[in-house]
Each structure stands twice: as structure tokens, then as C-alpha cells.
């Protein structure tokens, strides 16, 4: 089986796109400045604690994402795209 990954920083780009948010509301919703949402967006990886935020801030389980690819790894199939 290959390595499966999430690029988590585009996941949440799409997600804040799709709800029509910008940048600058994502960025008072977590108290930080835009450059580090930009930040964000490029990480292949995330802290628990920032996607806690950030999915209480979007209203979206970006957790789900994971589990669904531990699911997926443990009865051998690949993760819903």
C-alpha cells in the first residue's frame, strides 16, 4: 500500500474558499496576523491545538481527515478523496 498523505495547509485554504471567508476573517478568528495564515496554508503539517482552532473557526472536522486515513490503513483500502 502507498504512503497516503493530507496536505492539511490546502485543505483548509479550500474550506475557508468554499465558505467564501477571506484571509483577513480567518486571521481575527484565531487573533493572529494574515502572514501567519498564509503561513497556514503552506504546511503539509499542523499542531493539534491550531486545527482544534481552525475547525472550531470554519465549523469543520479537519480531524475527520485523519481518521478516515487510519481507517483506511487498517482495512487496507485508500481514504475517500
Not at 492539511?8 to 494574515?34: F, T
Not at 475547525?55 to 478516515?68: N, R
Request: overall charge negative.
Amino acid at each position: 500500500m502507498g504512503k497516503a498523505s493530507i496536505n492539511i495547509g490546502k485543505e483548509i485554504h479550500n474550506e475557508l474558499l468554499r465558505q467564501g471567508h477571506s484571509v483577513l476573517w480567518l486571521s481575527e478568528h484565531l487573533g493572529c496576523n494574515r502572514t501567519n495564515i498564509y503561513n497556514i496554508f503552506s504546511r503539509d503539517s499542523i499542531s493539534t491545538d491550531l486545527l482544534l482552532k481552525i475547525s472550531i473557526a470554519l465549523d469543520k472536522d479537519f480531524f475527520a481527515l485523519y481518521s478516515s486515513m487510519l481507517a483506511a490503513s487498517k482495512d487496507g483500502t485508500s481514504p475517500a478523496e
